[in-house]
């Protein structure tokens, strides 16, 4: 138990250093190019608006706006070092890309009657999924005494180990050893270098060819920007496993939709009626207050229990999900509402219902405006993560699946579509906020 | 016999820490139709709380207040009030604002568009129907809030404060509208207010309240509000009495501060 706390301690200490390194360079490279755009010169655009005018702007929040030229940068650089780190085809530079190609090594080899011999191996690292796998021709010339030419095929960053001596005479003879290589003497444990990487001597004296692996990333763990572009197209075309792309996120869609709906559907009464009625607050105060802090997401077990991994489960999920949110936002929607608007309408002789809808159902609208986003929000977390459990179909459901099959790319696709999608959830909200509410803010 | 009587008003609130406060004691008040009063008084002397209990949003604790020989006994469109601010509604334009009141108690529209039509020119904001609240400055939303209560037609007028937050100038024009109005109704009006000078130019009748208990402490009959109808206010102020009555009350109000903090530090 303690060691596993210190160790998880420690791990943590490990990710402030990691973490700090990529924040600095992230930061480093958002100064260079702020340097870089001001050498430029733009200096006419900073002369622009009453603001320009402000001589504090350092903790004047209102002086500090988002700078559209960084935000694009910023973005760029993100796929800057995304293409760099995995050494993208589109970028003219990269980290040093691992191996690939034919090469070629020479070794020396003598054998237990003495005997000696020169060889050549023909190496070829052929890149990670290629279908061209065959091992390349043996070499014709180049062998002299005991030794024949050999010929290794491997994947890139992958190490093979070469058995040079069984086509070697007397080479499965206990007294065959390997001298040279490339003219070079080596021994067990000793490397020697040859273009494209370099040749190992194992404890056991058989030869381990070891490409250079380079510093890119391997596709496995973050595929080029291209690679995933490609398969997004390939995606959009034929979808994967039998189900369109845009299916599965008009899935989750219309799950989000359906279970928003329920809850703001017997939520806002709900919220109305705590706000109203002290018996119904009491009563369902208790209630609400203890499921508002439960995260849904700890509901899928039971949802699933309840009602297995079909559509009534996941609907449900949502709808729980987004009823505490909407209770709570109309509550307070009632509760916020200014006691001189109420006292005025009572005055002007409105009765309780003409106050509850011309009064009160508007007036809470901003506040309600707000728990529908944010519940927008948590029930597009949750449908994804519901997903991930269990679905047929679904973001979720498409990521979880392609990750089992190790198609990065696949996982990464979904994820920006994803969060494309939450973000654009959020800004219909907000314009529907404005169009509709366009008081708020302004009382 | 008509008019609002206010008769031996008290009211207790009973304090969650024990004990009581009397926010009013035996205030009686006997105010006829048409009449403008005034009621001034330090923080504390229940003014809003009587202003509240003639709305009908509180139950006095004893006495009782009747309107036209009906007993007041919650809100009710015969009695308007204009509040200080915030209780418009912002999600209603202008014309929807004043047309509230006949709205909800079921007007025909033409007589409802007619009646908004006519109080936007009485309050002078006659482009302005088609406005949002939020668009209006502090002085043209109170004009609304008073063109709302006045479309109802009420009996009597409540008014809380309804300058307090304007600036001088808006003030000024409010004050006069508020008289003009008084004079082309002929409503009865209660004003309450801390501003000396405001219920000097605003009451026929000034009521001037004291603290703990909250009660009547005196009562004046005065010329400017007559005076000041149609005319520029600014001079009314010059009126030979004006700043005589306005130093006597100004004194008395300053007397009664001083005893509260008094209480308070020996307290």
Redesign the interface.
Known sequence: MLQELVDVLITTFWMVIGISLIFALFIAISGLVYFVWNFIGNKREQMRGYGSLKTVTFGDESAVTANRVASIAGVVTVFVIWGVATGSALLPFSLPKPFTGTTQFEYTAVNAAGEQGTAQVAVKVFKFGSEDTAAPEVLSEGASGIAINDTVALPERRRKIVRVQSNDEGGKEKGYKITQINGQPIEPGAAVPFPGGKVVMLASGSLQVRPEEGYTMEALYLPPPEQVWTRFLQLNAEGYQGVGLWENVMWSLIRVVLGFFLGCLFGIPLGFAMGLNSWLRGWFDPIVEFMRPVPPLALIPLVIIWFGIGEQGKVSLLFLAALWIMIIGARAGVSGVNISKVHAAYSLGASKRQLLMRVILPNSLPEIFTAARVAMGVCWGTVVAAELVAAEKGAGKMIIAASKFQLTDIVLIGIIIIGVIGFGIDVLMRMAESKLVPWKGRG | MSGLIVDDISMTFELPAGGSVEALKNVSLDIKEGELISVLGPSGCGKTTLLNIL???LAPTGGEITLNEHPVK????E???V?????????MNVSKNIG??PQ??GTPQAEIDRRVTELLGIVGLQDFGQK???ELSGGMQQRVALA??LA?DPDVILMDEPLGALDALTREKMQSLVLDIWKKTGKTIILITHSVEEALLLGERLVVMAPRPGRIHKQYRLPFAEIGVGADLRVVKQHKDFGKTRDEILNMIWDMEEEIMGRTETA
């Open positions: 709305a009908g949003f919650g809100p009710s469109s009695r308007g009030m509040f200080q601010q915030g209780a418009l509604f912002e999600w509230f009141g909800m108690r949002m609240i939020y709302r209560c109802n």
